[in-house]
């Protein structure tokens, strides 16, 4: 059975950091594409990086270029966002996507990011 288990969401000051972290199981983890995505109120879920199952390859959306890092441990099962500069546009929940060869694709069940003074 597929879990993948988000943490490390909460409230932040604008222009302060979070890290959100993913736990995977159930899968072969080091083969699977990974990706964050989020998701508004009154928005639609959007992409927010993704990153290649050997962790050479990644992409982010526009609008986290320079300030959101994505990065994976395949001996641990883990993915993580490092969020720098954060913004109140910011604010949102943020999922947890595994893309197995399968063509198979999970997610998690979302960790609330808040940016606010």
């Known amino acids: 059975q597929v879990q993948l288990v988000e943490s490390g969401g909460g409230l932040v000051q604008p222009g302060g950091s979070l890290r959100l972290s993913c736990a995977a199981s159930g899968f072969t983890f080091s083969s699977a594409s990974m990706s964050w995505y989020r998701q508004a109120p009154g928005k639609e879920r959007e992409l927010v990086a993704r990153?290649?199952?050997?962790?050479?390859?990644?992409n982010y959306a526009d609008s986290v270029k320079g300030r959101f890092t994505i990065s994976r441990d395949n001996a641990r099962n883990t993915v993580d966002l490092q969020m720098n500069a954060l913004k109140p546009e910011d604010t949102a929940v943020y999922y947890c996507?595994?893309?197995?060869?399968?063509?198979?694709?999970?997610w998690g069940q979302g960790t609330q990011v808040t940016v606010s003074s």
């Open positions: 996507k595994a893309l197995d060869l399968s063509g198979r694709n999970s």
């Open positions: 990153i290649g199952s050997t962790g050479s390859r990644t």
